[in-house]
């Protein structure tokens, strides 16, 4: 197999692994260091995690953070999912391309910007209306929604692209209402695409810094916000124990996917196989 | 079913319109109001900047305030942090480029069993936390860090090399986090890549690296586009890694933009600041976004 041979790609790939893995290895290593000074070792020690979980406002961050995150990822995967179809099933509607303009720009917008606008928009409509009385988890929510659709409408929207729209013609034509063959016919092929965007898009939450710096208002600090302002002041081991902690359960997480996306492919070999069963597989392994 | 036939049209309104109004809201319109707040006067009031409608003896005045721009265009300092945003981040995704397109590359040439656990390797740090990634070179770069520590030992350096707070720290700062950005669209793309046309170059007496530079590499021509710009165009507003990689030095205006805001609260400076970078922005992202919605729509 080519992955074997020792080619100019293979040496860059696994120099490129080792320069992205090994940063979050040392983190992992000195967060049981027992010294304040990260780049000492003065042998193991669990007290920085018993520190962590004693911070009270780093805990109160976490928990806004994993409410905002779960809320605006429920939220980023109906709105995203609406937006890929609209994206793939709809070619000519009057603004179309307004459409997809805003629908892909978010990807690429510097978070200044958006965090800076969103807040003038908001700064603007509670002049104007009243509303958002003051800023918040539910402005924070707004501007995750926002940006995190984009991100689902890009992974709904290449799985939605492969899908065989003759079933769906099929189902119509034996009198399915469009809706009741969204929800029947598309959305169950569509389901690995959803729970993929909506983890992106829970992950994207969670690790926003600028945006929510911006749209936050007095009370509603993220994790983000707590753990940049403790950065700025220096290194400190409290840091390295979260990230740890961050680590193990993404890495949990990215082992289950590849179990799943491992068990489908068995699955796929058996010769019981239908079409569904080898684009969800190769949904799983293509997903960009 | 007469009845639901009729719904049809009202339905497929809906769908569109629930995603538009929402984008229209919360992504464009925000824009039309930095534009108009650009055109203000800062103020020592809540909200910190002048209306610029008036309104009074039925009469609409419209006052137009250049002075942030004029402002801006007068000051070196602005001109040179959008000039060295720019050129930060051309060079680093040209970096990212130059190591991702390899990494890409043997990505999509190992069997379908590594591809998925190597495709996994490449996203797994872009789901932890990007703060904490930036985080870790701080006790890497530090003068007592490890690499200086490390290389001191080594008895290679007596004193410790400055690199912290310097221009390298957020070359290697930004390449280590938009790396994956750079990957995943170029393996997207190679992964398509139709085989016979390669063999059909080397049947045909083409050397491998001719058929490198003339059948794969245009072939991937969209992947190169939609990795270079996921790096480039979030690279010039940048601030976090500036912010705590930089040194003064290494001015970015993602982190002007911050500093006008937060530290001088001059909001009407930080939004032109924004729509000048919009401007300088506007051509890429219209690039991307055109490649961008021709691959969605398939």
């Known amino acids: 197999m080519a992955s074997r041979k020792l080619t100019f790609s293979n040496v860059v790939l696994c120099l490129g692994l080792l320069f992205l893995y090994l940063p979050m290895f040392i983190l992992v290593l000195y967060s049981f260091n027992a010294s304040k000074l990260v780049t000492v070792w003065a042998g193991f020690s669990g007290k920085w995690y018993i520190e962590l979980f004693a911070d009270d406002q780093l805990m109160s961050a976490v928990w806004m953070s994993l409410r905002i995150a779960f809320f605006s990822s429920c939220m980023a995967v109906i709105l995203g999912t609406m937006a890929a179809f609209v994206m793939t099933r709809f070619h000519r509607f009057r603004g179309k391309p307004l459409f997809s303009g805003m629908i892909t720009a978010p990807l690429v917008m510097p978070d200044v910007i958006t965090g800076l606008s969103l807040l003038l928009l908001f700064v603007a409509m509670s002049q104007l209306i009243g509303w958002p009385a003051e800023r918040g988890m539910l402005t924070i929510w707004i501007a995750h929604v926002t940006f995190s659709s984009a991100y689902v409408a890009v992974v709904v929207s290449s799985r939605l692209r492969e899908v065989d729209t003759s079933i769906e013609e099929a189902a119509m034509d034996l009198g399915a209402t469009p809706f009741k063959t969204f929800f029947l016919i598309t959305i169950p092929v569509i389901a690995p695409a959803i729970a993929a965007g909506w983890l992106l898009a829970f992950t994207l939450s969670l690790d926003d810094l600028v945006i929510a710096s911006f749209v936050s208002g007095p009370g509603s600090t993220t994790l983000p916000m707590v753990v940049f302002s403790s950065v700025r002041l220096g290194v400190s081991p409290k840091i390295n124990a979260l990230a740890t902690l961050f680590v193990l359960v993404v890495s949990f997480a990215a082992f289950i996917a590849w179990w799943l996306a491992r068990r489908a492919e068995a699955r796929r070999r058996s010769p019981l196989r239908t079409e569904e069963e080898v684009n969800w597989t190769s949904h799983l392994s293509n997903q960009p | ?298």
């Open chain 2, 1 to 298: 079913m007469k009845c639901l036939l009729r719904m049809l049209p009202k339905g497929r309104t809906l769908v569109i319109s629930v995603p538009f109004l929402w984008l229209l809201l919360f992504f464009f319109v925000p824009f039309i109001i930095v534009l108009k707040i650009s055109f203000s006067e800062a103020e020592v009031a809540i909200p910190p900047y002048s209306e610029i409608f008036q309104f009074a003896d039925d009469t609409l005045r419209i006052l137009l305030n250049l002075g942030n721009y004029v402002f801006l265009s007068e000051d070196e300092l602005y001109w040179s942090a959008y000039l060295s945003s720019v050129k930060i981040a051309f060079i680093s995704s040209l970096i990212c480029l130059c190591i991702g397109y390899p990494m890409a590359y043997a990505m999509a040439r190992a069997n379908q069993r590594t591809q998925t656990i190597l495709l996994l390797l490449i996203l797994l740090p872009s789901w932890t936390s990007f703060l904490i990634r930036v985080y870790a070179w701080i006790g890497i770069l530090k003068n007592n860090g490890l690499i200086n520590n490390l290389l001191m030992w080594l008895g290679l350096i007596d004193s410790p090399l400055p690199m912290l707070n310097t221009n390298f720290a957020v070359y290697v700062g930004i390449v280590y986090t938009y790396l994956p950005f750079m990957v995943l669209p170029l393996y997207a793309n190679l992964i398509k890549l139709d085989h016979s046309f390669l063999e059909a170059a080397s049947d045909l007496g083409c050397k491998p690296w001719k058929v490198f530079f003339e059948v794969t590499l245009p072939l991937s021509r969209n992947g190169i586009i939609a990795g270079s710009m996921l790096v480039f165009i979030p690279v010039v507003g940048e601030f976090v890694i500036p912010e705590l990689l930089g040194g003064p030095e290494s001015l970015m205006i993602g982190k002007v933009l911050w500093q006008e805001f937060f530290n001088n609260r001059d909001w009407p400076i930080a939004a032109a600041l924004a729509i000048v970078m919009l401007a300088i922005l506007s051509i890429p992202i219209a690039y991307f976004n055109h490649h961008q919605a021709k691959e969605m729509e398939g």
